[in-house]
């Protein structure tokens, strides 16, 4: 039986996620305040806390004495600065129709996994969907409205082509312009996607990619003799899968990474990593903080 996007997510899970918030905030330009305040009174100028400095941040406000003392680069966060709101874009093309459960549905799940974070916070969220039928978005803002995307995800087959580039350069173009831009996919269709997400970034977003691959495709244990259908072209290719052939596609595995590694570092954009084959739980959670996503 096919796996839902909804299977995971029961009253544990919930409750599990009430003991997070999302890490990532601006200084008051949105108009949309979250719950989460300072510990400390005073005017809109008073410290608060910190957060890891991502390229593209305002040196004015690094702390230069953490930076001198632990050799880390942190920004100083004030009373008055709030969560971003957060956007979500997840790409429903055939290539992420693989994997057990699939890519689509891990990648979906942790991005209801921090929609719920959000709204628990009062945060509004809104997800966008690359899938050539061009569904509508989807706009959350009660602490009880992840059901509505739950449905509307367990409803979508991953079909067709990539249009993740088109759809982000929508949201690029939409307001506010300041937000927590998540975008889930494979990362296989770079041509387009990579100055998609370079356009967010300049608009103002702050911008998290989670490639989401199968254990196959990063680990392949197959040998024999196959035909190979592209999932999106409908393209076949007959191909031996022997011990060099294989050792050729570790290396061009390895490239594929370090080419978005490379990617993201010039561009301001956290990389986040993680297997279809990955449940929500601590270990997922420790990856998602280590990004800088949720605290």
Same mark, same amino acid.
């Given at each position: 039986?096919?796996?839902?996007?909804?299977?995971?997510?029961?009253?544990?899970?919930?409750?599990?996620?009430?003991?997070?918030?999302?890490?990532?905030?601006?200084?008051?330009?949105?108009?949309?305040?979250?719950?989460?305040?300072?510990?400390?009174?005073?005017?809109?100028?008073?410290?608060?806390?910190?957060?890891?400095?991502?390229?593209?941040?305002?040196?004015?406000? @690094?702390?230069?004495?953490?930076?001198?003392?632990?050799? !880390?680069? %942190? *920004?100083?966060?004030? &009373?008055? /600065? #709030? +969560?971003? $709101?957060?956007?979500?874009?997840?790409?429903?093309?055939?290539?992420?129709?693989?994997?057990?459960?699939?890519?689509?549905?891990?990648?979906?799940?942790?991005?209801?996994?921090?929609?719920?974070?959000?709204?628990?916070?009062?945060?509004?969220?809104?997800?966008?969907?690359?899938?050539?039928?061009?569904?509508?978005?989807?706009?959350?803002?009660?602490?009880?409205?992840?059901?509505?995307?739950?449905?509307?995800?367990?409803?979508?087959?991953?079909?067709?082509?990539?249009?993740?580039?088109?759809?982000?350069?929508?949201?690029?173009?939409?307001?506010?312009?300041?937000?927590?831009?998540?975008?889930?996919?494979?990362?296989?269709?770079?041509?387009?996607?990579?100055?998609? @997400?370079?356009?967010?970034?300049?608009?103002?977003?702050? !911008?998290? %990619? *989670?490639?989401?691959? &199968?254990? /196959? #495709? +990063?680990? $392949?244990?197959?040998?024999?003799?196959?035909?190979?259908?592209?999932?999106?072209?409908?393209?076949?290719?007959?191909?031996?899968?022997?011990?060099?052939?294989?050792?050729?596609?570790?290396?061009?595995?390895?490239?594929?990474?370090?080419?978005?590694?490379?990617?993201?570092?010039?561009?301001?954009?956290?990389?986040?990593?993680?297997?279809?084959?990955?449940?929500?739980?601590?270990?997922?959670?420790?990856?998602?903080?280590?990004?800088?996503?949720?605290?």
């Amino acid at each position: 039986m096919t796996e839902k996007v909804s299977d995971a997510f029961d009253g544990k899970l919930l409750e599990s996620l009430t003991r997070f918030e999302l890490a990532v905030r601006t200084l008051t330009s949105s108009g949309i305040r979250g719950e989460k305040r300072s510990r400390r009174k005073g005017n809109s100028a008073e410290y608060a806390d910190h957060r890891q400095y991502v390229h593209g941040d305002d040196l004015r406000r @690094l702390d230069w004495h953490a930076l001198a003392r632990l050799d !880390v680069m %942190l *920004i100083r966060l004030y &009373a008055a /600065e #709030e +969560t971003l $709101p957060i956007e979500i874009i997840i790409d429903t093309s055939a290539s992420m129709d693989f994997g057990e459960p699939t890519k689509y549905v891990t990648g979906a799940r942790v991005g209801c996994a921090l929609t719920q974070i959000a709204l628990l916070h009062a945060t509004p969220a809104l997800w966008r969907f690359a899938n050539e039928k061009q569904l509508e978005p989807v706009k959350l803002s009660g602490r009880n409205d992840i059901p509505r995307v739950l449905r509307v995800l367990d409803e979508i087959i991953p079909d067709g082509k990539s249009t993740l580039g088109e759809t982000i350069r929508r949201s690029a173009l939409a307001g506010p312009r300041r937000k927590s831009l998540v975008v889930i996919t494979d990362g296989y269709d770079t041509e387009e996607l990579r100055p998609a @997400l370079r356009a967010c970034r300049a608009s103002g977003a702050e !911008v998290y %990619l *989670i490639l989401v691959l &199968a254990p /196959e #495709e +990063t680990d $392949p244990s197959v040998r024999g003799e196959f035909t190979f259908i592209d999932a999106e072209s409908g393209t076949e290719a007959a191909l031996s899968l022997d011990k060099p052939t294989l050792k050729r596609y570790m290396r061009m595995l390895e490239s594929f990474r370090a080419d978005w590694g490379d990617f993201c570092r010039t561009s301001g954009i956290v990389l986040i990593e993680l297997s279809s084959d990955q449940p929500i739980d601590a270990e997922l959670f420790r990856t998602l903080a280590s990004g800088g996503l949720i605290g």
